[in-house]
């Protein structure tokens, strides 16, 4: 888990202090478990998060 967080925060291109204060690293955390150690989704879904501010709560919940 820790050299996937690593290269997730890596292409997030945010440090881990950015995470929390933009209130998404809980998200990113369960991002990088669910990608199961896939080095490409891993890339790719951390690269979409890097203009993330903040998580909005959409839908029906």
Do not use: P, Y
């Given at each position: 888990?820790?050299?996937?967080?690593?290269?997730?925060?890596?292409e997030a291109?945010?440090?881990?202090?950015?995470?929390?204060?933009?209130?998404?690293?809980?998200?990113?955390?369960?991002?990088?478990?669910?990608?199961?150690?896939?080095?490409?989704?891993?890339?790719?879904?951390?690269?979409?998060?890097?203009?993330?501010?903040?998580?909005?709560?959409?839908?029906?919940?």
């Amino acid at each position: 888990f820790d050299q996937s967080w690593e290269l997730f925060l890596k292409e997030a291109s945010q440090t881990e202090e950015d995470l929390v204060l933009h209130r998404i690293r809980d998200v990113g955390e369960r991002i990088v478990r669910k990608c199961g150690g896939l080095l490409l989704v891993i890339k790719t879904v951390g690269s979409m998060m890097r203009t993330k501010k903040c998580i909005q709560k959409t839908g029906n919940s």
